[in-house]
């Protein structure tokens, strides 16, 4: 084993049952170009039952610098969590099993955050449909190499909510106790603007590092989890609320950059609105409603955002009456 000294880079692959993907990520994340004692692949099998762990053993079997932590099956979070309770490298980048990085790109990453002596470099994604690219995002040169304050990153850089689009400073996790909500549904909407905020270094480059696999299988999931979803939505809202009220200054561009994010949320947990999950009055009991529309820029978001404030009754009926 090659850990005598501290790794530039832990790359954390949780992994539940993803037989027909783990290969290719695991694959992509060993085309690199940096040697393989200056980072490792720690793979946290999530209680898989299929071929997906057999498939792991045999590339650490091969590859000294790949690992595999074993835990029963409790979600992304929680192994999350774990990859970053494992993690030797000054950095933890979290990559999923059915998606795959970029070759040749560890050089640049690891060499630009340390360097810089950032706590989070983050860089483009791409998601990858039937093979084909299906755009870059977010896709901001302008902003490109530019060191900011947590705090006004957000303001200036539009970054997707995924994890998987930045590197970390495992010290600054750490430090700041940022992890993962367990049992969370699209857990990383509130766990990046979090992190984003808090830290003293942060930087975006135009970099397309990262490809998103879309998977139909991913889709019906979602589908099938729409109360949940639901509920969780509301959850996020809550917790960045929260977060807001006790980190940033009511009035500042940060805090209306969080508030877009919170108003976003609470209307993804509309669309999945299921009167089975809570009524509307749980909405309406929420200390972020009515919806704060003067932070929005667009005019069809403000326009939404009012029509919400109106009528929930009416929202849910347009946008049901929108979807057909």
Known sequence: RIYQKMLKLSIVIPAYNVEKYIANCIESCLRQDIPQNEYELVVINDGSSDGTMQIA??????????????????GLSVARNAGIAQARGEYIWFVD????????VLGFLTKTAIDDHLDILCFDISPIAKGASAGIFPGQPEQ????????????????????????????????????????LLHEDFEFTPRAYCLAQRISYVNVCAYYYL??????MTAQSKRRQK??????????????????????SEAHKAMTRKINFAFSQSLRNYSRDVFSLDEYRRKPYYP????????????????LANLSL????????????
């Not at 053993?57 to 409790?74: C, D, F, P, S």
């Not at 099993?97 to 040749?104: L, P, Q, R, V």
């Open 291 to 306: 919806l704060d529309v003067s932070v929005e820029g667009e005019r069809k978001w403000r326009l939404k955002y009012r």
């Open 144 to 183: 490109s190499g530019r060191i900011f304050s947590g705090t006004d990153f957000i303001t200036k850089v539009d970054m997707p909510p995924s994890a998987c689009t930045a590197v970390f400073r495992t010290s600054f996790l750490k430090t700041n106790a940022l992890k993962f909500t367990p049992g």
């Open 230 to 251: 639901a509920s969780d939505m509301l959850r996020i809202c809550d917790a960045l609320y929260n977060f807001a009220k006790q980190h940033l200054t009511e009035g």
């Open 214 to 219: 879309v998977r139909e299988e991913s889709i």
């Open 57 to 74: 053993q045999t590339y650490a079997a091969k590859y000294g610098n790949l690992r595999i932590v074993e835990q029963e099956n409790a």
């Open 97 to 104: 099993s059915d998606d795959t990085i970029k070759a040749n």
């Open 313 to 324: 009754p009416l929202y849910l009926l347009i946008h049901k009456w929108v979807k057909r």
